[in-house]
């Protein structure tokens, strides 16, 4: 059917603070995008999938559907790979019978943080925990259906979108406890990469753009403990909470996590694809943002 050229882009996801921002990404580039909900098509089912996909005809398929509740995936790690790899599988065989490019996201997740220094597309993973093998999982079903779909590994995204998900993001789960007058408690030796949706979102667009396949990392650019970007973030609204440093052996989670997760860009720029902003700019912009919305502190 070969329609690469046609510009209808399809986002599964499309309600989350990432799909919102490809949305408006894809858009922007002339792109007639049509976005699905959970609620319009279940992506664990592969009849709706096909169906959906072939009723919009894309010559582009984003996946930004994803559960991503990493301790209750310990207790339903079925429901987990359901969403999350089953779900990818049919994503991938709906794109096949289209010919469209499947672009998905995957997460730093994949990797064990055991090398305590940013992850490159060469290293491999070692998933720990059950949403994290799911996350792999669905990797592998894209690239074993599909010649050459784009994964795209992420950070700790936060966007906002975030704002109306029910789930929210790392920020409003901050200001939130903010508002209450127990101290906060954080990580501090967890490093991640914190992701601004916006940016990821544009930057995921340059890639299309350039038909890149394969995987790619785009994470905020920044490897920073939890602790640490909690502390920005209070600092950057202008809010000074009793925030302590707390530890994984003092604060144990159902699922392991991995202890430095962050993930480099390098080879995303090496294919010219702009250097993520710094992260204090992505945190001031995101609040502006909560501003102009009337969200408050």
């Known amino acids: 059917m070969g329609h690469r050229d046609s510009k209808r882009a399809v986002v599964f996801g499309c309600a989350g603070q990432l799909g919102c921002e490809l949305t408006r990404a894809f858009t922007a580039r002339g792109f007639e995008v049509r976005g699905f909900e959970r609620a319009d098509v279940d992506i664990s089912d592969a009849d709706s999938v096909e169906a959906a996909v072939a009723g919009a005809d894309p010559s582009l398929v984003l996946n930004a559907a994803a559960y991503n509740m990493v301790d209750v995936a310990e207790h339903e790690p079925e429901a987990a790979f359901l969403a999350n790899a ?4 049919n994503l991938a065989v709906a794109c096949r019978q289209v010919d469209a490019q499947l672009v998905h996201f995957s997460t730093d997740y994949v990797f064990d943080g055991a090398a305590g220094r940013p992850y490159t597309e060469n ?6 925990g059950a949403y994290a093998v799911s996350k792999y999982a669905g990797e592998l079903y894209a690239r ?19 704002l109306h998900t029910a789930r929210g993001n790392f920020i409003e789960l901050m200001l939130r406890l ?39 990392h785009l994470g905020g650019g920044m490897p920073i403990s939890w602790f640490e970007f909690a502390r920005m973030i209070f600092r950057l609204a202008g809010l ?21 997760s962050a993930l480099s860009n390098a080879k995303a720029e090496s294919f010219g694809i702009a250097p993520m902003p710094p992260l204090e700019e992505a945190v001031a912009e995101y609040l502006n943002c909560r501003k102009e919305r009337g969200a408050v502190l």
């Open 86 to 89: 089953l779900a990818v599988r």
């Open 144 to 162: 074993g259906y599909l010649e050459s779909p784009l994964i795209v590994r992420t950070s700790g995204v936060f966007g906002p979108g975030g």
């Open 240 to 260: 000074e909470p009793q925030l302590r440093a707390t530890s994984d052996r003092e604060y144990r989670t159902v699922a392991r996590r991995p202890k430095y």
């Open 178 to 216: 903010a508002r209450g007058n127990q101290p906060i408690r954080v990580v501090e030796d967890h490093v991640a990469s914190p992701t601004y949706a916006p940016a990821l979102a544009e930057r995921v667009a340059q890639l299309v753009e350039r038909d890149a396949g394969g995987v790619f």
């Open 123 to 128: 290293d491999d993973p070692h998933p720990l």
